[in-house]
């Protein structure tokens, strides 16, 4: 126990008399005033002069704050972010997200509400208040009401206060010392404490572990990978042939992939003929695709010398050869679809637009390698 | 003769005026204007006038079911307005003959509608009166065991009616969910029956509830201002507008999970209604009623400054009190047309109804001591602490 005072402690048995006391007290600045009382007393709050709560203003602003930060994340989410239509709705429906707002309204003003509490107003955690040395603790915490005069500053009149206290009322008085910490939270306290939470992570998680890995009666979270569903590639003792993939019924139909109606190219050269126009959107369209499918083989020109490598054995087709320039344009779109040689068929990478699109555009190859006069402008 | 009571004179002579202006208007709009205007105008004030009187019955009945001290002394403003309640019966007894008229279950086209013919077991005319007279029945006798009976206890201070009082209340309660349910959907909804929510009445619960709260605050503070309830402090005001703001919300939330259910499933015959009511020339009302029932009074009320201050508690209980106006309006005029009609044939109502109703609560204003006496415990609620 130090020599400096912390507080003089006032006892008194009945609440009137300690809020007459405070009111008495108060004007004469003797020191902080401070109650502890084990119940709570009406007006004794405004006696010894404390300022209504800032708690409430705070509670307001936070929850404000979480109304307006739930509304940009849910705009930015569904209108920014990821827009996906839902239900035929707008993009920012305002209505789906006022139940997220007004659940992260309370969720912020709660939180608020219990940690500015705790840790801002009170000034938590304290781990050792001088008065719970006090004798008259047990008093307090059993049936009197005591009015504390804190010290303030070195000028303090302990016994002024106490002088104060009686005049006013008090049954007994007693000066509470400054305790004289054991340095609460040495650096090898606090390391130590770390160690035994750390320690106590460590023993729970293993001990939890082993204790599932040998009794298993209660498995592991695995509920999400046992579920009774049909994965892919699976196979399944419900259908009679064992396959949990079910093939398509025979005839089916996928939507924009129509069977050709053709067996050859052949075939195709005199039963088709170009469906686009000739235009200048179809050709840019045209150049794009032979630069992405067909030049890596038969050339940025179509004379059929390969880009990649001249080490590769295939001999892809010639489009400025008189053979193939003969040929009509189904017979090309023909190629395409079904294949020829080496050369897969492109049908699944590129659509019918797109391949009619491609055919064009070797239209307008043949024709600038095989210029005539009158093209000139 | 004091200056106060020449006062009191005057204004009560201004009101036995307007009400008979307002008689004159009213007669003139059941003659002039569109019969159906008439009686949409008539549904309107009525349940204005008994949805406050309910909402105080509820208040003091709640008072007796959670035994709560604090309302104790100011309990005889909530058990005058609630004389509001033989007034609007009478009046919505009148309205029977309106039924025919605005109800579109009793046209005859009905019979072609395979919705209405499949609600037409429930919405009939035998049906309905009798549920009517069932409804008004309790409420009356409810009104008669709580008010009369409190005002005997003056005289008696018979200790026992206070017990009889809170063993009532939970069957008063049971009854008045479903008889406020029954007026919500009978008489609001009803007018167009193929829309259909089950949230409607609990939605006019809150209204009511609420808005009986604004109108024991208004009569209250006035009643303070006169000087008449002297030991009526600070704090039991306080607490009375805790419970208002309490209810604001509680309003908003319902109200809102109404419109946010029906948004959602996007039914159609769900969501003419609303459709209806929050687009076109009814969007300002539409925006106009949470601002007025929701966001005034929240913001109003919910510092402690607020709840202490009389004029700023006023000042949310007459938002709160026009809101309720707003929202009856908006339930109940889009019957009339795409257009908000607001004419001289409704200013001549309200000046009729509000007139009439006022009279009707100064009249009970005189009915006993402006505190419960007889109450055992009255000294509780005068001693209580915040």
């Not at chain 1, 603790?137 to 009401?145: A, G, M």
């Not at chain 2, 036995?16 to 002039?32: D, E, K, Q, R, W």
């Not at chain 2, 009511?208 to 109108?215: C, D, H, L, P, Y």
């Not at chain 2, 009569?219 to 030991?231: A, D, H, K, W």
Request: charged share 15%; aromatic share 12%.
């Amino acid at each position: 126990m130090s020599n400096r005072t912390f507080a003089v402690l006032g006892l008194f048995a009945e609440a009137d008399k300690i809020v007459d006391a405070a009111r008495q007290i108060r004007p004469r600045k003797l020191g902080r005033l401070e109650a502890y009382t084990p119940y709570p007393v009406h007006g004794l709050d405004r006696a010894i002069g404390l300022a209504p709560s800032r708690l409430g203003r705070l509670v307001m602003l936070m929850g404000v704050i979480g109304a307006c930060l739930a509304l940009l994340f849910e705009w930015w989410v569904s209108a920014v972010d990821y827009p996906l239509v839902t239900g035929g709705k707008p993009l920012f429906s305002w209505q789906a997200f006022v139940p997220v707002m007004f659940e992260v309204t309370v969720l912020f003003a709660t939180f608020t509400a219990g940690l500015a509490m705790l840790f801002a107003l009170n000034k938590l955690p304290c781990f050792g208040h001088p008065v719970l040395h006090s004798k008259a603790i047990k008093d307090i915490t059993r049936d009197r009401l005591a009015l504390s005069i804190e010290a303030t500053g070195e000028a303090f009149d302990a016994e002024g206060a106490r002088q104060a206290l009686l005049d006013n009322g008090a049954e007994a008085v007693e000066i509470v010392p400054v305790p004289t910490w054991d340095r609460p939270l040495s650096l090898v306290g606090l390391l130590r404490t770390i160690a035994a939470i750390v320690a106590a992570c460590v023993v729970a998680g293993a001990g939890l572990f082993a204790a599932e890995k040998l009794i298993p009666i209660v498995p592991p979270m695995l509920h999400m990978h046992n579920q009774p569903k049909l994965s892919a590639f699976r196979e399944s003792a419900f259908f009679a042939d064992g396959r949990g993939m079910r093939p398509a019924v025979a005839g089916t139909v996928a939507r924009g992939h129509l069977p050709p109606a053709f067996a050859t190219p052949e075939e195709a050269g005199t039963l088709l003929s170009n469906p686009l126009a000739f235009t200048q959107p179809v050709a840019e369209r045209g150049r794009k695709v032979f630069n992405d499918h067909c030049a890596i083989c038969h050339g940025t020109v179509g004379d059929g010398v390969p880009l990649l490598s001249l080490a590769y054995g295939g001999k892809p087709g010639n489009f400025l050869s008189n053979e193939i320039r003969a040929r009509p344009a189904g017979h090309i779109f023909g190629v395409l679809t079904l294949g020829k040689n080496a050369m897969p068929s492109y049908a699944a990478d590129l659509d019918e637009n797109d391949r009619w699109a491609v055919v064009h555009y070797i239209r307008i190859l043949q024709r600038a390698q095989n210029a005539r006069d009158e093209d000139l402008p | 003769m004091t200056a106060a009571s020449r006062r009191s004179l005057l204004v009560r002579n201004l009101l036995v005026a307007m009400t008979l202006i307002g008689a004159a208007g009213t007669a003139g709009v059941y003659f002039s204007a569109a019969r159906e205007r008439f009686w949409v105008n008539w549904l309107l004030w009525t349940l204005f006038l008994l949805t406050l009187g309910l909402g105080n019955l509820f208040l003091v009945a709640l008072e007796r079911l959670v035994g709560a001290h604090w309302s104790v002394p100011m309990r005889r403003v909530p058990e005058r307005i609630a004389s509001l309640i033989p007034l609007a019966i009478a009046l919505l007894l009148i309205g029977l003959f309106g039924v025919p008229v605005i109800f579109p279950w009793t046209y005859p086209a009905a019979a072609h509608n395979p919705i209405l013919v499949a609600k037409a077991p429930w919405l009939n005319l035998p049906f309905f009166a009798i549920r009517l007279v069932v409804c008004t029945a309790v409420w009356m006798l409810f009104y008669a065991f709580y008010v009369r009976g409190s005002l005997r206890q003056d005289e008696s201070k018979d200790p026992a009616f206070t017990v009889r009082a809170r063993r009532m209340a939970p069957p008063f309660m049971v009854v008045f969910f479903f008889t406020v349910t029954i007026l919500a959907f009978d008489w609001i909804a009803g007018l167009e029956p193929d829309w259909y929510s089950d949230m409607f009445g609990v939605y006019l619960f809150a209204g009511t509830f609420i808005s009986g709260i604004a109108a024991m605050v208004v009569g209250v503070l006035s009643l303070m201002r006169r000087g008449r309830l002297p030991e009526v402090q600070t704090k039991h005001v306080y607490n009375l507008g805790s419970l208002g703001l309490a209810f604001t919300v509680f309003f908003a939330y319902i109200g809102f999970a109404q419109y946010m259910l029906i948004w959602y499933a996007n039914l159609p015959e769900e969501v003419i209604w609303f459709k209806r009511r929050i687009e076109g020339a009814w969007q300002p009302v539409a925006l106009l009623l949470p601002l007025l029932h929701f966001f005034i009074p929240f913001f109003l009320l919910v510092g402690s400054l607020g709840k202490k201050h009389p004029a700023t508690l006023r000042l949310a209980a007459f938002s709160i009190l026009l809101g309720h106006f707003v929202d009856l309006y908006w339930l109940i005029f889009p019957v009339l047309g795409p257009k908000p009609l607001f004419g001289w044939p409704e200013l001549a109502m309200a000046c009729f109804f509000l007139s009439l109703g006022s009279l009707q609560v100064r009249r009970a204003m005189g009915h006993g001591a402006d505190m419960p006496v007889g109450d055992p415990l009255l000294s509780r609620g005068l001693e209580w602490q915040l």
